[in-house]
């Protein structure tokens, strides 16, 4: 008789066991989803080709807001003989070629991509290198326009006195000496059509549109091939440093140079000293706090360990591998590539950290293929498709290019990397640079971020007594459990640049506890209780709290 009585029981208890799973399941789904993102092509929305007849025909990529209408305008630099293309936000999903009638075309050939304020002005002015081809006696290979505040840039290069007939990659902007004015530093290069490997220079801006050379004095004149340029200011002492990422001797594999800042206008090379002096072929830079315990940390590109390589010493060499170096916080680095997943992987050029689900953690993207001698690295065999990799924030990460929409660059010939909030939807689109290759033309691929549920906070910086565009300050944000540390940054990857507006993930938190600030002058503004999910502005000196460091 009891028989069924417990059969009964039986059969209730598996199905209320069933019911509660399946409440469980439903329950956890905005967990599942909340942080979920992809990636749509939307490279349609970009009318421009790049092209290259002679010179080296690399393509960079810059995000800034020229005309100040709040939405980020995107820069693509383009090969001799061929109009650079800078592409204006209509704020509506779409774009407009409008190099033209900026006056920002040229055709003369360029590379690499740097945009900020010179002249504290509230304008983004551009600063372009050369293509390293010649274009005729006593010509520059360097380009510097003015932003003029209508909607047109005026050529001062020959004035401002920044005029080299050397080709140069990657450039940078920062001030080296805090007098509110931005400096430029100019990674050396090298060319595939002229002779020898030029000098890196470094430029003091004298805050008249005018730059006096100071790179003998500083320095920091080598001339070991430079392909990445960044400031970065890797000990916290207060004062930026620069990091110069060589690749260009094929013939030898050569050693990132960090250029510690002495406070009076020298530098001091400390490669060896911190740890970031094994022997490779650097070509992308990425700088950020991937651990949010307050430091940088470093990514760097390399040939790889997947590279059909034509010279036979970069064939299974260790120093093929890209790094990753921790910052452990007492001005030296440990590479933890291997650990954390990031070392074996296909060639790249451009890199970037940001934080593309909005956790509060960045991630990385990468890309790059080159497919002329000394080194065919393309297609399905070697070519890099582009990796994304998600930071697991147990100081792995996870790579999620399929999974996220990527689509496959393999048989691209990409190089430069860029990624800005386009839509100012609180989530980091990336751009890649493409450049001419066999059949593929240049079209840059563009990659819109679908967004989730996590909420976020975009800063625009002001600066008052450091330079306008805030470059160098630190930013803080603490939001619940979640606390991070930005460094602002104009140029960094290979020829390229992020938009120096941050945006910060923030989970489930609706609002931000705390913003803290060190600028650039030693100012630190603190500001309180501020709405997730906005894009606020930020000027030096206007915090709750506000001291000197």
């Not at 590109?301 to 299974?316: E, F, S």
């Not at 819109?448 to 803080?476: E, F, H």
Request: glycine residues 12%; contains cysteine; aromatic residues 14%.
């Amino acid at each position: 008789m009891y028989k069924p009585f417990f059969k009964s029981l039986k059969r209730s208890y598996f199905f209320s066991l069933l019911i509660a799973f399946f409440l469980l399941f439903v329950g956890m789904i905005p967990a599942f989803t909340q942080t979920s993102i992809s990636y749509q092509n939307r490279s349609d929305l970009l009318d421009f080709l790049h092209f290259s007849d002679g010179g080296d025909g690399f393509a960079g990529v810059a995000w800034f807001d020229y005309n100040n209408d709040g939405f980020l305008d995107i820069f693509f630099t383009n090969g001799k003989g061929h109009q650079n293309g800078l592409m204006r936000n209509n704020g509506d999903n779409t774009f407009t070629n409008v190099s033209l009638q900026t006056g920002v075309g040229n055709g003369t050939g360029n590379e690499g991509v740097v945009a900020a304020d010179i002249d504290n002005d509230g304008n983004s002015d551009i600063f372009l290198t050369g293509e390293s081809a010649i274009i005729g006696a006593n010509k520059s290979f360097v380009k510097l326009y003015h932003n003029n505040g209508d909607g047109t840039f005026a050529d001062i290069t020959t004035d401002s006195g920044i005029v080299s007939s050397q080709s140069f990659f990657s450039a940078a902007f920062a001030d080296i000496n805090k007098d509110g004015f931005l400096d430029l530093f100019i990674s050396g290069g090298m060319s595939f059509e002229l002779p020898g490997r030029g000098e890196n220079m470094l430029y003091l801006n004298n805050g008249d549109l005018t730059f006096t050379n100071i790179s003998e004095l500083a320095g920091i004149d080598t001339s070991l091939g430079g392909c990445a340029a960044s400031f970065c200011d890797y000990n916290n002492d207060g004062l930026i440093d620069i990091f110069n990422a060589n690749c260009a001797d094929f013939g030898n594999a050569t050693p990132i140079e960090v250029f510690r800042n002495n406070g009076d206008l020298t530098f001091t090379e400390v490669s060896t000293e911190i740890g970031l002096d094994k022997a490779g072929f650097w070509m992308g830079f990425a700088s950020g706090d991937y651990d949010n315990d307050g430091d940088m940390d470093i990514f760097v590109t390399n040939t790889g360990d997947r590279a059909r390589m034509r010279l036979g010493a970069l064939a299974g060499g260790g120093w093929s591998l890209h790094s990753f170096y921790e910052n452990m916080g007492d001005g030296t680095f440990i590479d933890r590539a291997l650990d954390s997943g990031l070392a074996k992987w296909e060639f790249g050029w451009g890199c970037s950290f940001s934080d593309f689900d909005n956790d509060g953690f960045v991630d990385l993207f990468f890309t790059g293929s080159f497919p002329f001698p000394p080194a065919f690295i393309i297609g399905k065999l070697g070519g890099n498709p582009g990796r994304l990799f998600m930071n697991n924030q147990d100081s792995t990460f996870t790579e999620s290019s399929s999974v996220m929409g990527i689509t496959d660059l393999s048989d691209i010939y990409s190089s430069g990397v860029a990624v800005a909030d386009f839509d100012n939807n609180g989530f980091p689109d990336i751009s890649v640079a493409v450049n001419t290759y066999g059949t593929e033309i240049g079209k840059p691929f563009f990659f819109q971020n679908s967004g989730n549920r996590n909420s976020w906070l975009t800063i625009k910086l002001v600066g008052t007594v450091s330079n306008r565009d805030g470059i160098g300050a630190r930013v803080k944000v603490v939001a619940g459990d979640l606390v991070q540390t930005r460094e602002l940054r104009a140029g960094s990857s290979f020829l390229s640049m992020d938009s120096l507006w941050q945006t910060f993930g923030l989970l489930q938190n609706q609002k931000v506890d705390l913003i803290e600030i060190k600028w650039p002058s030693g100012v630190v503004d603190k500001f309180v209780e501020i709405q997730a999910n906005q894009t606020i502005t930020l000027v030096e000196g206007s915090g709750t709290d506000t001291s000197e460091s």
